[in-house]
């Protein structure tokens, strides 16, 4: 009996001990899932700026993003990185357009420029590797789609509207974007120089270049809008200040030159520029731009259709290139633009004495006080002036911005001598991804600034000329 008995125990023994095991697997593995899942967001990058350290050669403060549990965290990451773009089928690509092109405009030529020094070298996977080290964001169009690897995070918005960009292209011209892999860094100065980088081009992308740099200009993201401070679209705001500026005419407009901007941005040009405010002595009024009460105002006073009631507006460079220039140039005003040391992609268009009056950095203060009184001493060719830079800025419709972007990448293309795939750290970046991770805002403006197919093909990329 009493060898039973122990068999019998044991029995109990082992299935006791079998039921606890399992039991506490069961609990394990919720927890097991949540540590993996809270790993695996954790590691996630993401358009918004989550994970995301600012760019190492300009830090700025950390973005401050909506307070969320992890749960909740995890759950808009994983819904808007991995389960957005495949919800929608596809768009069939569009029939070819019908209509006949015409010339882009004649700064486009400006691309073969940007371009030329891997005319003969061509674009490695070397020299986008050693890029890398300087970008901020990937992108990579494959068959139409889009892929973006984070590495850094963007000021504000830039990142989440400068890849809206990209997709909007995509949508303009469907089927008709080549397949590229390219560096993008979203922060202001240029850093590729010329001399430095001589053995080695990098191409990299940015807003702005230098005659000493190698960085490709692009468009910046404010053409399709800057939501922290209320500017719209850039079709949209053109037309809002083109009006605005009709609220005087000439005769009536205030005869003196006029600035307002933020000067606390490491800008000596900017700093210097304070010592003109006299409209006595220097024909001049400086105002200082408070961000910070403009946004308790709702950006009222901040309007830029309500800044186009003087003769002269002044263009001053901030920390390097200014998105200003573009607005200021819109107002119709004859623009006093103090000599720059970068320019985007368009301002290589301008021509000094039709459609801007230049100023020298040095002896600025009596520069701008001499062009005030030619000017209202000739008003005729002030005014024109100030309408013929309204007229290039009308010119540049985002008909032709998305045009400049075409030709860039497809000129760009051609000097890549891989076959571009996706990164296996990039995530597929869609129209339906970013709009999940917009806030109520952001998300306005974005879809004020969706484009649609174009019946028309991309206007005709002057070619190279011969040096």
Known sequence: MGLFSNKHNHSRVVSFVHRHIILFAICCVPLLLLYEVNKFV???????????????WHIFPSMSLDKESKLSKASTIIRCVYLSCGQNPSRPEDS????????CPEFFKNIHRDLEPWAESKISMAHLMEAQKYAALRVVIIGGKLYVDFYYACVQ??????VWGFLQLLRRYNGQVPDVDLMFDCMDKPVINRTHHSSMPLPLFRYCTTSQHLDIPFPDWSFWGWSEINIGPWDEEFQSIKEGSKRRSWAMKWPIAYWKGNPQVVSPIRTELLQCNDTRQW???????????????????????????????????????????????????????????????FSRGLIPHKNYLPIPPFEMCPAIKFAVEWGNSHPSQAEAIGRAAQDFMGSLSMDR????????????????????????????????SVLCFANAKQRQWLERSATFASSTSPCLLPPLENH
């Open 42 to 56: 954790s590691q996630t990058k993401t358009i918004a700026g989550h994970n995301l350290e600012p760019t190492p």
């Open 96 to 103: 070819k357009p019908s209509k006949p092109a015409f010339q």
């Open 157 to 162: 918005s830039r990142a989440m509207f400068t």
């Open 283 to 345: 024909s001049a009024q400086i105002m200082r731009q408070d961000w910070e009460a403009a946004a308790r105002g709702g950006f009222e006073e901040s309007k830029l259709s309500k800044q186009c009631d003087h003769r002269y507006k002044i263009y001053a460079e901030g920390y390097a290139w200014s998105v200003s220039l573009k607005y200021i140039l819109a107002c119709g005003s004859c623009t006093l633009m103090i000599t720059p040391e970068y320019e985007d992609f």
């Open 401 to 432: 911005v998305y045009d400049y972007m075409y030709h860039l990448l497809t000129e760009y293309s051609k000097l890549q001598d891989f076959i571009p795939v996706r990164p296996s750290t990039a995530v597929e970046v869609c129209e339906e």
